[in-house]
Structure formats: C-alpha cells, structure tokens
C-alpha cells in the first residue's frame, strides 16, 4: 500500500510569485528502505515528499508540481516509465525534471530511461555523494528552466496586452506561436483560428501580396525590414463596413541562442490618426490655396471689367484736349 513518509517540514505548495523557500523534491519508490534512505538523506537540503506507489505519485506531482522527482523504474501500479510518461503528457508537470532509479546496470538500461524521458538515470547501488551530486545538478536546471519559464509568461502577457500589434512566426511555414487582439483585428480571424497554425494558411489571402516574399527574405538574409504608413482594410466581425487604417511595421529576426534565425516577430502600430491628420491639413491647404487663386483671378477680372467702361472717356478726355489745344494756336 502507499504510505508517503511524513517530510521533516510542512510541505508548502507554490507562493503566488511560483517560489518556494526550499525546493521540494518527489521520492517515489516501493522499497521502504530505500525511500527511507533517500528521503532522510535529502531532508537536511530540501522539502521531500516520499511516495511508495507509481499512481499516488503522480496525483502527488499533479497537485505539488514538485522541482524534481527521483523515481523508481519499477514500482506497483504505476511504473517509473509509465509515470514518467504522465509526467510528461500534462503541460502543468512537463517541464519536472526526472532522475529514474534502477536495479538494472549498463548502457542499454540507462539509454532506455534517458528514451523515455528522464533527465537523468542513476543505478543501484549508487553512493550518497552520487545521489546529492546528481539532484543538485537537476535542480540547478529545474530552477533555470522555471525562471526562463516565467520570463516567457510575462513577456507573453506583456505582448498580449499590447495596444500594438504583435506576432511571432516560428520556421519557414511561419507557424503563429502568439497573436495578440490587435493583430487578430487586423488579420480578420479569432486567435484560435491562427494559433500553431501556419499563418498564410490561416490567412491565404496574404499569399498574393508582397508579405511571403518580405518574410521571406528576413528569415533568409536576417535583416530586418521596416514599412511606413502602409494601408489595411480593417473590419472585425460585427463592425460593420470595412475601414482604412494606416501602419508602421518592423519585421525582425527571432534567433535561437546560437545566431540561428528561427522565426520571425512582427510589431506594427497605428498611424491612422497621423495619417489622416496630415491629409486633412493637405486638403485644407489645398483649399485654401484654390480659393486664394480664385480671389485672384476675381480681382483681375474685375481690375480689367473696370477699366474697359472708362477707356473711351479717357480717350474723349485726350481727344478735347488736343482740341483745346489746336484752337488756342489759331487764336494767336
């Protein structure tokens, strides 16, 4: 029957921040002896929690999510492999590393449990030395991979809450691995209906723009590439008719930690409002020049209406002067 071990402190679950003051380590083994030994050898330095059966094992990671698991390969129930299995099929215990105990010696042993999934296999007999070794080893990486873990999750709830918008791309097929509501406006479609999806499949009318042929050549030359005030006919479902925004947008390279350009992240923002201000101030300009021509050319015609109705009287004016003149000469 399973009978955890009672741990020397109170097992605390998880803060709300997901640290522990003391990492918490999963012992589950059928052998008394053994589970005794590695429980009391592990206490000084961790929470421990020791298990005797493969399936209350499991319900006990489920509900602890512990930092490692140290594990028997073969256990009632449940065995080591198939529990490992388990561990592995839920997203909320995937990431546990597994060091996986075993009578059974040799190469072939340890690369059938490192197969199955195990970070790490360790045969029995093994020396306390080992033992600590190879925890100390597992936790370190448990602790790195939480903390990058973590960063992911905020840097995804940041780009989720982004008022821009935002996509990253995964591999040549370009396979969406995040979508925030602004670029699901944008794009047309639910976030369900482009994530882990290819995304000209998703959204097959990109494929006859110059948008393939831009990523293209970003994940290709890993340079990145920028637009400006590029236009998209925007029309979320229930909107109504379809309007015009305006973008500005950055196509970057994502790279792996090695250089390797794995992806692609799109970061584009509205300009709309910019954009139809500066054509407004156009068009007002535009107007106001038209109507400074029109005053213009009303002055002229006017200037020249006004002077026609004069000319004949300005030209009797000259003719009864010279008149005037011709008849003062005959007097003298």
Known sequence: PAHPIAPVREIPGESQEGVRERPLVLCADDNADLRSYVSHLLAPLYDVIAIGDGEQALETALIYRPDLVVADVMMPH??????????????RTAMIPVVLLSARAGEEAKIEGLDAGADDYLAKPFSARELLARVRSQLALSLARRAHEREREDFHTLFMQAPNVFLI???????????????????HRAHEEL????????????????FRATLDGVLRTGAPYQGKEVSSSVRWRGEGEAKIEYYNYVFSPLRSSEGRIEGVLIDAFAVTEEVIARQEMGRLRAEAESANR??????????????????????ALQVMRLRGGASREQDI
């Open 78 to 91: 449940l065995d080591g492999v198939a529990f490992l299995k388990a561990l592995r099929a839920c997203p």
């Open 195 to 210: 994530l882990e999806r290819p995304l000209l499949e998703a959204v097959p009318e990109l494929e006859d723009t110059s």
């Open 169 to 187: 791309l995964r591999g040549p097929e370009y396979i969406v691995e995040l979508a925030n509501p602004p670029a699901c406006r944008v794009l």
């Open 294 to 315: 029109m005053k213009d050319e009303f002055l002229a015609m006017l200037g020249h209406e006004l002077r026609n109705p004069l000319a004949p009287m300005v030209m």
